[in-house]
């Protein structure tokens, strides 16, 4: 077994590369493996693999007794994965797109995520609901939110949404064994499918056989003295990019890919905060009422002194995620967005 | 049906509304003279079901404790009829620290593991988390089977039909019930559904679906035995709709102002009715080992040791409000 701690992820020993989607599918089918209670249900997981090939080749290796398509029913599939993990079953169900989630949100909050507090913790409810996440692709507003901020903002759900490959797989092992409901959100711009533009760490080392990222621990992907830059999934590699560029302006920028959302792992924000002296926080969510004020907050809350300028924030602005391209754009956290955040709060 | 399991269904019965009037007089012994929804005993919102005592004991009297049953926000019969524990349900619904959810859940949030005992307080949304328990009882090759049970009123919810079509696609031994006691809140059915019975609504399933018209507990254990044996055996799901009472409000404090039917509410009761039945038949007596007066009594002794139990419990310590959000892995 390996266990990536908070710095090894990006330069874990494996010698072969897999892609994000890939290395979520690995970690699903050695969880198969190993466990004849764990199962795959969702909108054309079987022989499609996946939208996002989040499940591709399971059916040919498990077979449909363990991988189910299921009707375009989220209410029904996501309720019937509750109540087959209330009976000690391990299911993973995919609900394709996040922003579906409003069609079977009660059967996510109200059941799933309050079960286990409702029976006092007489019931456990182990499952994993999966869903793509995030835009840039011109997909429209009802394609291409993230919503994280809103799984977390109701409690009894962990919330994880990996950044490469060895994380994908790592934290998917962790969120199955896992004895309760994880939502575990996938961004398609980190996936490395064939048909979208590749960001360059979507392929990338993975350790083979079992692979765990604890749910909860952040990662500091990128040490740096001058800014701390909390961010998660896609926007992760857009913050490495704009580090590496700031280095050659001796700009040193620290990147913590936070990896869970909930629980949030306040401590090594605050440990980089203290060091660095200064906060960006990059959200492909929604500015208000979100991860990213959630993270100032607990910032200022614990020790405001920390900060040797005001925090700053980049995320979408409260508008629904526009189709055009150069509008679509304007409104997400593009690496041009953070360069210019980033120079705002050293020159501040 | 033999002796045995007529007086089986009618004890279950008398518990069931002994239960109930009991809670009825304890939730508002404490709210006068003024009601005060949050004061007292018991707090909160109280839906009781004393008239549909006849659907939980005719279809839980074909189960046992492996099988599931997901209820309504009225609950507290088919809990009792399945068999929950009465002192641990009291004191759930008393919001004390022995109760089935250590006081988180309350009466319309009721969660016993030992007999697969759930309810939601939200119209129709058991049905998928049932059609789940009937999935893994499949899977794992066992004869167990899981009974949902909605009001009429919730079988207009999107969750109904998904689960029903689901469970008919996936051929999973799952029961489908539906308490038709004609009032949604204050709407009645026929302000609400478009057919006459949702026991059709099964046919656009492929399943079978039978309406049981007189809130006759031998009625019910007739459909919902061929249902359940349907059901163990394999050969998928099937609908129960009864035609049943709401008796009381839809939650206590309902002044039923609404109610157009409320004249004839009392003739229709129907423990009176069953117990007339077995009287006529000799199968209760007012002498002998076991009598209607000996039943009652059995029941009184019951629901009143599981209030004692629930008054003497302990209310949760505040320090422990945000215990069990999360299980410890």
Redesign the interface.
């Known amino acids: 077994m390996t266990l990536t701690d908070a710095s090894a992820s990006s330069s874990a020993p494996a010698q072969r590369k897999l892609s994000t989607a890939k290395a979520m599918v690995e970690a699903i089918a050695q969880e198969m493996e190993r466990d004849e209670d764990v199962?795959v249900l969702g909108e054309d997981v079987g022989a499609y693999g996946g939208i996002f090939s989040s499940t591709t080749g399971l059916l040919e290796k498990f077979g449909p007794?363990r991988v189910?398509d299921?009707?375009i029913?989220e209410?029904?599939?996501?309720?019937?994965?509750?109540?087959?993990?209330?009976?000690?079953?391990r299911?993973v169900v995919e609900l394709m797109f996040v922003d579906f989630f409003g069609?079977c949100m009660?059967?996510i909050y109200?059941?799933m995520a309050?079960?286990?507090?409702?029976?006092?913790?007489?019931?456990?409810v182990?499952m994993v609901l999966t869903a793509a996440v995030g835009g840039g692709y011109s997909d429209g507003a009802q394609h291409s939110q993230c919503l994280w901020g809103t799984f977390a903002h109701l409690?009894?759900m962990?919330v994880v949404a990996p950044s490469n490959p060895a994380d994908a797989k790592g934290l998917m092992t962790a969120a199955i064994?896992?004895?309760?409901p994880v939502v575990y959100l996938f961004h398609k711009g980190v996936m490395g499918l064939p048909w979208m533009a590749k960001n360059r760490r979507s392929v990338g080392p993975v350790p083979e056989g079992e692979h765990l990222v604890p749910i909860g621990k952040a990662n500091v992907v990128r040490p740096g003295s001058d800014v701390t830059v909390v961010t998660l999934s896609l926007s992760v590699h857009h913050a490495l990019d704009v580090a590496e560029e700031l280095a050659q302006q001796g700009v040193d920028c620290e990147v913590v890919d936070l990896r869970s959302v909930v629980p949030l792992d306040t401590e090594t924000i605050l440990d980089s905060v203290g060091r660095t002296g200064r906060l960006l926080v990059v959200d492909e969510d929604y500015l208000s009422f979100g991860v990213s004020g959630e993270i100032v907050a607990r910032v200022a809350e614990r020790d405001p002194g920390l900060l040797r300028a005001p925090a700053a924030r980049v995320a979408v602005p409260d508008v629904p995620i526009p189709y055009a391209r150069p509008l679509e754009y304007a409104v997400l956290p593009t690496p041009d967005r953070i360069r210019r955040a980033v120079l705002g709060l050293v020159n501040a | 049906m033999e002796p045995d399991e007529r007086l089986g269904l009618y004890r279950t019965m008398v518990l069931i509304r002994t239960y109930e009037e009991s809670i009825l007089r304890e939730y508002h012994a404490d709210k006068k003279p003024a009601f005060d929804i949050g004061a007292g005993l018991i707090p909160g919102e109280m839906h009781l079901s004393a008239g549909q005592e006849p659907v939980a004991a005719g279809v839980c009297a074909h189960l046992t404790a492996d099988d599931?049953v997901?209820a309504t926000h009225r609950p507290h019969h088919f809990a009792i009829a399945h068999g929950v524990d009465l002192e641990r349900m009291t004191a759930e619904i008393f919001g004390r620290v022995d109760?089935?959810?250590?006081?988180?859940?309350g009466h319309m949030?009721l969660?016993?593991?030992a007999t697969?005992f759930?309810c939601?307080?939200?119209i129709a949304?058991g049905?998928?988390?049932?059609?789940?328990?009937?999935?893994?009882?499949q899977?794992r090759g066992t004869d167990r089977v899981?009974v949902a049970v909605t009001g009429e009123g919730a079988a207009n919810q999107?969750?109904f039909h998904?689960?029903l079509?689901?469970a008919a696609?996936?051929k999973l031994p799952v029961v489908f019930v539906v308490e038709d006691n004609d009032w949604g809140i204050s709407v009645p059915r026929s302000a609400s559904t478009c057919v006459t019975s949702n026991a059709l609504r099964a046919g656009g399933y492929g399943i079978p679906g039978e309406r049981v018209e007189d809130n006759s507990v031998e009625a019910v254990h007739a459909a919902a035995g061929t249902a359940i044996t349907r059901a163990r055996a394999g050969e998928g799901p099937s609908l129960i709709e009864v035609h049943t009472l709401r008796l009381w409000g839809h939650f206590e404090g309902d002044a039923q102002g609404y109610r157009s039917d409320l004249e004839g509410v009392p003739g229709r009761d129907p423990l009176p009715t069953y117990e007339k039945q077995l009287r006529a038949a000799g199968v209760l007596h007012d002498s002998g080992d076991i009598t209607v007066a000996s039943i009652a009594a059995q029941a009184r002794d019951r629901v009143e040791a599981a209030i004692e139990f629930a008054k003497r419990s302990p209310e949760p310590d505040p320090a422990t409000a945000l215990?069990?959000?999360?299980?410890?892995?």
Do not use: C
């Open positions: 199962f007794r189910l299921t009707p029913s209410t029904a599939f996501i309720g019937a994965a509750i109540g087959a993990a209330v009976e000690g079953m299911p069609v009660d059967q109200n059941h309050k079960i286990h507090f409702e029976s006092g913790g007489n019931v456990t182990p409690p009894g962990k064994r896992d004895d309760n | 599931a997901t109760g089935l959810g250590r006081g988180r859940g949030h969660f016993d593991p697969h759930s939601s307080g939200i949304e049905y998928p988390p049932a059609v789940g328990q009937a999935l893994a009882f899977r899981a999107g969750a998904e689960a079509n689901l696609l996936w215990d069990h959000v999360f299980a410890r892995s």
